[in-house]
């Protein structure tokens, strides 16, 4: 028994990776912080493959885990980097002009320095609609409540989201 845990261990972290590392990069918007949010999530769902009730709800129950650990762990860093860091995202162009990629990385800047003025709960609400295009019933999963409040929320974050964007004078045009 123990060895059909740790095939689907394996299966659940090549499936879902990147969509765990990905959360926890939007929400900290630090590689350090990600890289150990989706350490400690994967060890946590390893300690507990046991508890998952049903196999189809899987990226759900991981990312609610991702989540919770998200929180956690960036509680106990003190200090925010405002300034992403020198990350491995590439914009690519159709013209590969530097001028547009210049562009493309301040806008993400922009929207890093914005989500993380949100509450923690508004940007776990952004990243899993907005960023990781997430059905409102799968984020209602992962955050522990109704799709009503996933959809209030929802636009309550993209609302205040704006106005962080329109107050540090970027150009965004992620949030609709």
Same mark, same amino acid.
């Given at each position: 028994?123990?060895?059909k845990?740790?095939?689907n261990?394996?299966e659940?972290y ?6 765990v590392?990905h959360?926890a990069m939007?929400?900290?918007?630090n590689k350090q @912080?990600?890289?150990?949010?989706? =350490? +400690?999530?994967? !060890?946590?769902v390893?300690q ?12 759900t129950w991981?990312?609610?885990i ?5 929180v956690?762990i960036h509680?106990?860093?003190k200090l925010?980097?405002?300034?992403p860091?020198?990350?491995s995202l590439?914009?690519k162009t159709?013209?590969?002009?530097t001028?547009?990629q210049l562009?493309?990385? @301040?806008?993400?800047?922009?929207l =890093? +320095?914005a989500l !993380?003025?949100?509450k923690?709960?508004?940007r776990?609400v952004?990243?899993l609609k907005g960023?990781k295009?997430?059905s409102i019933?799968?984020?209602?999963e992962?955050?522990n409540?109704t ?13 205040q989201?704006?106005k962080q964007?329109?107050k ?8 609709k």
């Amino acid at each position: 028994m123990l060895s059909k845990f740790q095939v689907n261990i394996e299966e659940l972290y090549d499936d879902y990776y990147h969509d765990v590392y990905h959360f926890a990069m939007y929400y900290t918007n630090n590689k350090q @912080e990600a890289e150990d949010i989706t =350490q +400690e999530t994967f !060890l946590k769902v390893m300690q507990n493959i046991h508890r998952l009730k049903d196999f189809k709800k899987r990226k759900t129950w991981i990312l609610s885990i991702a989540r919770n650990t998200a929180v956690d762990i960036h509680r106990k860093y003190k200090l925010r980097q405002l300034i992403p860091s020198m990350m491995s995202l590439s914009f690519k162009t159709s013209e590969n002009n530097t001028e547009q990629q210049l562009l493309l990385q @301040e806008e993400w800047e922009s929207l =890093q +320095e914005a989500l !993380l003025t949100l509450k923690p709960h508004y940007r776990s609400v952004i990243i899993l609609k907005g960023l990781k295009e997430l059905s409102i019933k799968e984020i209602a999963e992962i955050l522990n409540c109704t799709e009503l409040k996933v959809r209030v929320d929802y636009h309550r974050a993209i609302t205040q989201l704006k106005k962080q964007v329109v107050k540090g004078g970027g150009a965004m045009h992620y949030a609709k």
